[in-house]
């Protein structure tokens, strides 16, 4: 036999958290040379109960239970602990699950408007100091203009659309569709001039009404808006997909 043959361990072991006061798993990886104090004080930086308040369960891969991991002088690899294991944090400190992820539980700090207004160290102060954003007047009466003018380049093309009308509607990354103008106009939704169309397939998002507003009467996924200047209005007969073959 061969009396040189070793059995390597790797020092190492990737293992699954879990706690009382959480719902969720994470995948840490730990020194098996480490003592359980040690590793109590590492998980109390990821599962946030207090190392003196823990109690450790193992389980295996499958998640049966094996033992507790109690001798805090024992190292952790001292246990059978292997990867894809799962150690189960008992929090014995009162803690109630979900107490450290509702947020709705946080006190949250409030400052009045004009307050953080005449603070200089707020980001809206570095903004205003910068000219980034909103504070950029020049590059916002750009935008002002830009947007101006393209309203005004929807609202003469919409002029040109009919109800009615047949029409080719073709929006970037989308594929071509055909039908029929059922609308043009203004919407409550959003702002601008808009053209509801009924398409000869079922490719569009409604059946006409949207967020309980009528515009149009369609089937159920026929009918759609979009903006005037994807709208060419023409010649575009309903193709014939064969329903009626045999």
Known sequence: MDSGMRVITNPTVSVRLSSTISSFEVNKRYNRGITIADFKGKLEMVMGTPASCMELQLFSPTDKFIQKLDDNEALLGSYPVDD???????????????????????????????????????????????????????????????????????????????????????VVGLPTKIGTVMYVGTVDFKPGHWVGVKYDEPLGKHDGS?????????????????????????????????LDEM
């Open 210 to 242: 949207v967020k309980d507003k009528r515009y149009f009467e369609c089937e159920n996924k026929y009918g759609a808006f979009v903006k005037p200047l994807s709208v060419t209005v023409g010649d575009f007969p309903e193709e014939d997909y064969g």
């Open 84 to 170: 894809d294991c799962k150690i189960h944090v008992i929090d014995r400190s009162g803690a109630q699950i979900g107490e450290f992820s509702d947020l709705s539980k946080v006190e949250k700090f409030e400052i009045p408007d004009e307050v953080y207004e005449k603070r200089t160290d707020s980001v809206r102060s570095f903004m205003k100091k910068q000219r980034v954003g909103r504070f950029n007047e020049e590059e916002t009466a750009k935008k002002e203009v830009e947007l101006a003018a393209r309203e005004a380049e929807e609202e003469s093309a919409a002029a040109e659309i009919a109800v009615g009308n047949r029409c080719q509607v073709k």
